[in-house]
């Protein structure tokens, strides 16, 4: 069975780094792109970027996050990352972690992390 | 960037009868290969969202074939035949026609009346 099992809460302060995960299992994840998603608290999804986890060089960012998160993956433990140098409490909301098919649709989703950016 | 826009934001539905969503975008989404890169998803209350449509009209594995995706090129259309109660929830339309940035419509709450 193909999951995506994503890392639990966080809460963190202003300033403070952080990376959260995503474990894939039932499948390499090597073999597919995976993208990462923002929901803030009662609003909608937001994509922030994908990455191909064959070779950890290839990915993409929307503006609006670029320069702020690092998508990054570990091909050798089935795992992928999203992580900030410098979170802002504007951060706080669920990520998701998903998993594109050939046609680039997500097919399979994670969990959510939620992650609390509060001083 | 691509921007996609939901109508209505807000659909109060009565279970048996038909609903729909439309989603229109700023540019094309008909690529050179002859697909429409429109997914459509569906995030039920305190739930992950999941696929519903994809490549515009072709329904993933399992989903009910109450659901029906139409459109090409800017304008799409998610039937449902009869609403069901547990198809309420958040719909949201996404683009990946452009690969290197992928988006996202505003959504649509569907809830029974």
């Known amino acids: ?119 | 960037d691509i921007v996609l826009t939901q109508s209505p934001l807000s659909l109060p539905v009565t279970p048996g009868e038909p609903a729909s969503i439309s989603c229109r975008s700023s540019q094309s989404l008909l690529h050179s290969n002859g697909n429409n890169y429109l997914d459509w998803y569906l995030q039920k209350p305190g739930q992950s969202p999941q696929l519903l449509i994809y490549l515009g009209s072709n329904r993933a594995s399992g989903v009910p074939d109450r659901f029906s995706g139409s459109g090409s090129g800017t304008d799409f259309t998610l039937r449902i035949s009869r609403v069901e109660a547990e198809d309420v929830g958040v719909y949201y339309c996404m683009q990946s026609v452009q690969s290197s940035s992928f988006t996202f419509g505003p959504g649509t709450r569907v809830e029974i009346k």
Request: glycine share 8%.
């Open chain 1, 1 to 119: 069975e193909v999951q995506l099992v994503q890392s639990g809460p966080e809460v963190k302060k202003p300033g403070e780094s952080l990376r959260i995960s995503c474990k894939g299992s039932g499948f390499t994840l090597s073999n597919y792109w995976i993208n990462w998603v923002r929901q803030k608290p009662g609003k909608g999804l937001e994509w922030m970027g994908r990455i191909d986890p064959l070779d950890s060089y290839t990915h993409y960012y929307s503006p609006s996050f670029q320069g702020h998160i690092t998508i990054s993956a570990d091909k050798s433990i089935n795992t992928a990352y999203l992580q900030w140098s410098s979170l802002k409490a504007s951060d706080s909301a669920i990520y998701y972690c998903t998993r594109l098919n050939d046609f680039w649709s997500a097919n399979y989703w994670g969990q959510g992390t939620l992650v609390t950016v509060s001083s």
